[in-house]
């Protein structure tokens, strides 16, 4: 699996295949039992945690269930990752978070606590706080889980405007066949622990892999057991 700098590449697959243990892996979280993960022509596989750390500095993720601090507001967490990265004044890091808030569509929303965000707002904070750092590299992991298909093509929309704004290598691990095929440059069907086929949308569609076929069309027939 290659991602090309300032491209979207969808991980997709069934349920407990392994997409989000991909994806942390990535983010470097989680170490490999064997393999590969290189950033920018490096092995992060192994190293150091010295050494890694200013490679993570690159990453910002998305998590599934957005990970906010529910005790902290809405600027807290969006601004936590430059209180722990960088060392910058107080009127600095509040220009961030409301520019970052801004650019997915929640401005004036600082001093709310996520118990009064509503799913989508909370998934959109998650974004702003992960943009907060000026990632190069963007995880998302499941971004419209739980959410209603409104909501979903929201979170969708905002992707590809991050992505083509921004110019932000983006990885989105999802089953979510609507939103891949709106984000995603390219995809990659993850089964059995291995990508079994990497291409555009018009190239999965029209694949004869039946895994692949078998999971874009929703059906309970196939070589995958249900």
């Known amino acids: 699996m290659r991602v090309e700098r300032g491209e979207t ?4 697959g069934y349920s407990g295949v392994g997409k989000s243990t991909l994806l942390k892996c990535i983010a470097g979280l989680l170490e490999p039992a064997s393999g590969e993960v290189i950033i920018d022509g490096v092995n992060i596989v192994g190293m150091p945690e010295s050494k890694l750390r200013p490679i993570r500095a690159k990453i910002g993720m998305v998590f599934q269930n957005a990970a906010l ?5 809405v600027y807290e967490n969006v601004s936590f990752g430059l209180r ?3 060392k910058l004044p107080e009127d600095e890091i509040r220009k961030i978070v409301a520019e970052k808030l801004a650019l997915v569509g929640l401005s004036n929303t600082e001093n709310l606590y996520p118990s009064q965000l509503s799913g989508g707002m909370q998934k959109r904070v998650g974004i702003a706080r992960a943009l907060a750092v000026n990632p190069e590299i963007l995880l998302y992991d499941e971004p419209t889980s739980g959410l209603d298909p409104v909501m979903s093509a929201v979170i969708g929309d905002l992707i590809v405007r991050l992505r083509d704004n921004l110019g932000v290598t983006t990885v989105v691990v999802s089953h979510d066949v609507v939103l891949t ?3 995603a440059n390219r995809i990659g069907m993850l089964h059995r622990g291995r990508i079994c086929m990497v291409g555009t949308w018009d190239e999965i569609e029209t694949t004869d892999n039946p895994v692949v076929r078998q999971f874009i069309s929703g059906s309970i027939e196939g070589p995958v057991k249900v």
């Open 181 to 183: 095929k709106k984000v």
């Open 69 to 73: 601090f529910d005790s902290l507001t």
């Open 84 to 86: 722990h990265q960088r």
């Open 9 to 12: 590449f969808a991980v997709v």
